[in-house]
């Protein structure tokens, strides 16, 4: 599967982005689906997990009540709600698919999009 994610750009803090993450391929609808961050200098981090149907998702804790994931079968597509942002919140964002996951949605994924900049300004 080949992930295409886009919906980033430059923010004020507390405004909002929604993220896109676009798969190829059939049967996107057998991939958990994640997202992570990469900040400057820091180390990537998960920042949310949706599983194959939509009905189970998980957050970090840095992003519960602020960022809402979800996912479309139908267009392949998978999004990322970003509400009340913060300029800590200011990384590379990526998604990434993996067929295998059953409970854990942080961890090594399979396939990886290219990142989208979120940028969020103080």
């Known amino acids: 599967v080949q992930l295409q994610a886009c919906g980033g750009g430059l923010v004020e803090a507390g405004g909002s982005l929604t993220l896109s993450c676009a798969a190829s391929?059939?049967?996107?609808?057998?991939?958990?689906m994640g997202w992570f961050r990469q900040a400057p200098g820091k180390l990537r981090e998960f920042v949310a997990g949706?599983?194959?149907?939509?009905?189970?998702?998980d957050y970090a804790n840095s992003v519960k009540g602020r960022f809402t994931v979800s996912r479309d079968n139908a267009k392949n597509t998978v999004y990322l709600q970003m509400n009340s942002l913060k300029p800590d919140d200011t990384a590379v964002y990526y998604c990434?698919?993996?067929?295998?996951?059953?409970?854990?949605?942080?961890?090594?994924?399979?396939?990886w999009g290219q990142g989208t900049q979120v940028t969020v300004s103080s």
């Open positions: 391929g059939q049967n996107f609808g057998s991939y958990v």
């Open positions: 990434a698919a993996d067929q295998f996951k059953v409970v854990d949605y942080t961890g090594s994924y399979d396939y």
């Open positions: 949706i599983g194959r149907s939509g009905g189970r998702s």
